[in-house]
Structure formats: C-alpha cells, structure tokens
T-cell receptor, first 113, second 113 residues
Framework: GEDVEQSLFLSVREGDSSVINCTYT??????LYWYKQEPGAGLQLLTY?????DMKQDQRLTVLLNKKDKHLSLRIADTQTGDSAIYFCAESPTTSGTYKYIFGTGTRLKVLA | EPEVTQTPSHQVTQMGQEVILRCVPI?????FYWYRQILGQKVEFLVSFYNNEISEKSEIFDDQFSVERPDGSNFTLKIRSTKLEDSAMYFC???????????FGPGTRLTVT
C-alpha cells in the first residue's frame, strides 16, 4: 500500500542542525520531495531527489535517500527561526501513472531562539 | 516567476450548499490536481486531471465532487452538497509535461457550518 510516515514534532535551537526523517512504502517512486508549509500558507517546494541518488545538497539543505530501507531525510544546516514550519515529505508512485503525490503526516519544526 | 493562484482564499458555506473552488494553474502546465488538508491532518490526494478528463480519483472524491476546466486557464472543484466534514484547506496543483514536481497554490480554506 501507499503510506508515508514522519515524526510529528522536532524542536531545535537556532544555529543547530535539524534532521527530519521520513519513511515511505512505494519503491516505484521515481522522485521524492520535501515541501514546507508556513502557518496559514500553501505548500512550498523545497527540494526533491531522484530515486537513483543517495544524496542531494542545495545550500543549507541536504537530502539523504536510503532506497533499501525506504528512508528519506532532510537536514537543515544552521537552522533559523524562519525555518519554523511544517515539513512534508511526499512520494510520487509511478505505478499510478498520474504522478499524484502521497504526503507524509508532516513534521512540525520549532526553532528556539 | 509563474505561480498557481486560487480563489477565494476563504469560503464559508452552509451545509447542503454547493461551492465552487477556483484555480488558475501555471499557464503551460498540462497536469492538474486537487488535494485537501483537514485541520491538523496530512494532505490527501483528491483527483488528477489531464487531457480534459479525470485520470485518477481517490475514495474521497465521490459523486458530490466534480472538476472542470471550463476554459484555457481555470480549473475548478465543485462540491454539490457540502457536509460538515468537507471543511478543510483545498489545494490546487499543476505540473508540466516531462517534469515531476508539482506547484501548489496557496489554498482555499472551506468552512462548512
């Protein structure tokens, strides 16, 4: 079945690194995504990783993919108060043919000053 | 930078009334989606639309729901007879052919009283 799981909460101090974890079930997903949702706002695409990659770095963001364990993580270096938001991982199973997303439960990141 | 827009930002309606949520996808995109997020819950796929027809729908998307692309720019979601449990944030998304990432609108918050 299709399911994506994340831990619900993460609290870090400003300047520390944050690591948000995600597990997914559908190994057919070609791409996996991270979206950010600020309070009252929509979903902002942060980054994505192709399934044949192990790692992708984009400025302060590092995505790690362990395809064997179906585990995805997002590391935010030097976390700032502006990073406080809900972070969703999503997979897009190619078996669906429509590229729909299956979202995780979302991780609420709180950055303490 | 092109973006997906949605109107209205907030819609309040009485149970049993019909509502139409509107979206303007990014102009050269060909794949369109609706998702919903009940307060505090994960973002759920409702329906995908391509080549002027529904390509996939979820169990949530029952006979009370319909989608339409009435002209070259708008993409609408209609709920015929709203129920209290339809209260949620509804997100529209679009995707270009050959791309994998979807771009989301800011959402319409639907409140059914």
């Amino acid at each position: 079945g299709e399911d994506v799981e994340q831990s619900l909460f993460l609290s870090v101090r400003e300047g520390d690194s944050s690591v948000i974890n995600c597990t997914y079930t559908d190994s057919s997903s070609t791409y996996l995504y991270w979206y950010k949702q600020e309070p009252g706002a929509g979903l902002q695409l942060l980054t994505y990783i192709f399934s044949n990659m192990d790692m992708k770095q984009d400025q302060r963001l590092t995505v790690l993919l362990n395809k064997k364990d179906k585990h995805l993580s997002l590391r935010i270096a030097d976390t700032q108060t502006g990073d406080s938001a809900i972070y969703f991982c999503a997979e897009s199973p190619t078996t669906s043919g429509t590229y729909k997303y299956i979202f995780g439960t979302g991780t609420r990141l709180k950055v303490l000053a | 930078e092109p973006e997906v827009t949605q109107t209205p930002s907030h819609q309040v309606t009485q149970m049993g009334q019909e509502v139409i949520l509107r979206c303007v996808p990014i102009s050269n995109h060909l794949y369109f989606y609706w998702y919903r997020q009940i307060l505090g819950q994960k973002v759920e796929f409702l329906v995908s639309f391509y080549n002027n027809e529904i390509s996939e729908k979820s169990e949530i998307f029952d006979d009370q729901f319909s989608v339409e692309r009435p002209d070259g720019s708008n993409f609408t979601l209609k709920i015929r007879s709203t129920k209290l449990e339809d209260s949620a944030m509804y997100f529209c998304a679009s995707k270009d052919r050959g791309a994998y990432e979807q771009y989301f609108g800011p959402g319409t918050r639907l409140t059914v009283t």
